[in-house]
């Protein structure tokens, strides 16, 4: 079975600074890949998602950007963040393409200061 | 685009009450449906699905029934413990491989 690491786990980062955060996937090959963001109290919202590498899809307009170097590697960026980019940021892998189940990550928690 | 709709919470219920998390959705055909619960702190957890109308989901005594007719996907189960306590995501399989969640139930169980 598969398993997905996030990194880090939490961050606070002034607003303006930049943010790399890292998920990787263990037990599986050619994986898709999301991105999610919790804010609190409220649902999920996918932000970008990919197919491969180097292939990624922007769900909304934002401060942030996605990269996938590797095939089970997905980063997510922001060059400056804002204080609305504070949340619980999910990545999640889809293994199975006849399943359609995605597998979650244990999240990394950002609070912009 | 395809929504899911999700009952209010927080629900509170006292240990061994039976539990149902309302969920309908709107979707062009007959997406997959899926339940995912949340621990505090942690990521999603795939509790149960189904793939088509009349098939039932079942995991760790919950279930779910896709009803084409009524689109929805409710969440039971017939005695709660304290430690169900999370928040429960309904979700559909939108068109490209992409999960359409609702806002999230969040379940209190007391002892």
């Known amino acids: 079975s598969q398993t997905i690491h996030q990194w880090p786990a939490t961050l606070v980062q002034p607003v303006g600074s930049p943010l790399s955060l890292e998920c990787t996937v263990e037990?599986?090959?050619?994986?898709?890949l999301y991105w999610y963001r919790q804010a609190a109290g409220r649902g999920l919202q996918l932000l970008f998602y990919?197919?491969?590498?180097?292939?990624i899809s922007s769900e909304v307009p934002q401060n942030l950007s996605a990269s996938r170097p590797q095939d089970r590697q997905f980063i997510l960026s922001s060059k400056k963040l804002l204080l609305s980019d504070s949340g619980f940021y999910l990545c999640?892998?889809?293994?199975?393409?006849?399943?359609?189940?995605?597998?979650f990550g244990p999240g990394t928690r950002l609070t912009v200061t | 685009g395809d929504s899911v709709t999700q009952m209010e919470g927080p629900v509170t219920l006292s240990e061994e009450a039976f539990l149902t998390i309302n969920c309908t959705y709107t979707?062009?055909?007959?997406?997959?449906l899926f339940w995912y619960v949340q621990y505090p702190g942690e990521g999603l957890q795939l509790l149960l699905k189904?793939?088509?109308?009349?098939d039932k989901g079942s995991n760790k005594g919950f279930e779910a029934t896709y009803r084409k007719e009524t689109t929805s996907f409710h969440l039971e189960k017939g005695s709660v413990q304290v430690s169900d306590s999370a928040v429960y995501f309904c979700?559909?399989?939108?068109?490209?491989?992409?999960?359409?969640f609702g806002a999230g139930t969040i379940l209190r169980v007391k002892s």
């Open positions: 979707a062009t055909g007959y997406p997959s």
């Open positions: 189904a793939t088509k109308a009349d």
């Open positions: 037990g599986t090959s050619n994986p898709n």
């Open positions: 979700a559909l399989r939108e068109y490209g491989n992409k999960l359409v």
């Open positions: 990919s197919v491969g590498i180097g292939q």
């Open positions: 999640a892998s889809n293994p199975d393409g006849s399943s359609y189940e995605q597998y």
